[in-house]
């Protein structure tokens, strides 16, 4: 029982290491992604100024990887605390480093400003400023101020719908 109760004390030791260490940022948790290459989930974030970045999970086998994919599921479409690691690899023969998530804080629904809504946006329409306008005007988005969550949501369907099938 001892040797148990050690075993725990380092494991949450390191943990609350690897949290503390962890740089953290607010964003929007966009969307989830398995990578079979690597596998790991690869989360999509949007930052408050509507720029992208991603990070990886650990591998979805492992009960951290499994809870933290679930986890990030759970929150997609809402504005979450990142904490994310820089964590160092050697495979094959190589070496390298990752961006990887540790922790995910669920700070709500929330609101994007306009500026970083249109760059989502545009993003979304292929940087096609007419297709990413039509799309904004048809979700009734607001000209200042901000854009919530559902309505962005709302507006890149609409954008989507505007694209058209791929290759069509």
């Keep these: ?25 607010p964003a929007l ?3 989830v992604a398995e990578d079979e290459r690597t596998r790991r989930a690869v989360l999509t974030l949007v930052n408050s100024e509507g720029g992208t970045e991603t990070v990886s999970t650990e591998q979805v086998h492992t009960v951290r990887g499994a809870a933290m994919v679930a986890r990030a599921r759970e929150l997609t479409g809402r504005w979450v605390l990142v904490y994310r690691a820089n964590e160092t690899f050697q495979a094959q ?10 922790r995910l804080d669920d ?18 329409a292929g940087g096609d400023q007419g297709r990413a306008r039509q799309a904004w005007l048809e979700a009734e988005l607001p000209d200042f101020g ?9 507006a890149r369907q609409l954008a989507a719908e505007v694209a058209g099938p791929p290759g069509g």
């Design 1 to 25: 029982m001892a040797v148990e109760l050690a075993y725990v004390a380092r494991e949450t030791g390191e943990e609350l290491e690897r949290v503390d260490a962890a740089v953290k940022f």
């Design 29 to 31: 948790l966009d969307g």
């Design 93 to 102: 023969g190589r070496s390298g480093s990752m961006r990887t998530v540790v």
């Design 107 to 124: 700070l709500g629904e929330g609101v994007l400003s306009k500026r970083a809504a249109w760059r989502v946006l545009l993003h979304d």
């Design 146 to 154: 901000t854009v919530s969550v559902a309505q962005l949501v709302q």
